[in-house]
């Protein structure tokens, strides 16, 4: 089993930054595909980025491409999402995800991802 806990959300302005972070216990967390996804009120949950277990290979989601960065650091069992250039359109529930993964690369749907954070809210005022 592996627990997720998100960090890091909050209210920021447009064009702002929030870095978050998504610590993870128990499995090995090196041979986890790790995965952001956000969902806005009324709206589905959507993918925003993934990194695969050794970080070389990371996928984004078209809304935030050249804003967002993901990487991770599994020594510290971490994952981060630094998000810059923030849009009002950003708000939302963001939650963390892995699953076990043999290959070093990514997933992009939430149906590949069976370990979910309890999320962090992110709010991007006007």
């Known amino acids: 089993q592996v627990q997720l806990v998100e960090s890091g959300g909050g209210l920021v302005q447009a064009g702002g930054s929030l870095r978050l972070s998504c610590e993870a216990s128990?499995?090995?967390?090196?041979?986890?595909?790790m995965g952001w996804f956000r969902q806005a009120p009324g709206k589905e949950r959507e993918f925003v980025a993934a990194?695969?277990?050794?970080?070389?290979?990371?996928t984004y989601a078209d809304s935030v491409k050249g804003r967002f960065t993901i990487s991770r650091d599994n020594a510290k069992k971490t994952v981060y999402l630094q998000m810059n250039s923030l849009k009002p359109e950003d708000t939302a529930v963001y939650y963390c995800?892995?699953?076990?993964?043999?290959?070093?690369?990514?997933?992009?749907?939430?149906?590949?991802?069976?370990?979910w954070g309890q999320g962090t809210q992110v709010t991007v005022s006007s």
């Open positions: 995800a892995c699953t076990y993964y043999s290959r070093d690369y990514v997933l992009t749907s939430e149906n590949d991802y069976n370990y």
């Open positions: 128990g499995r090995t967390f090196s041979s986890y595909t």
């Open positions: 990194i695969s277990w050794s970080g070389a290979t990371t």
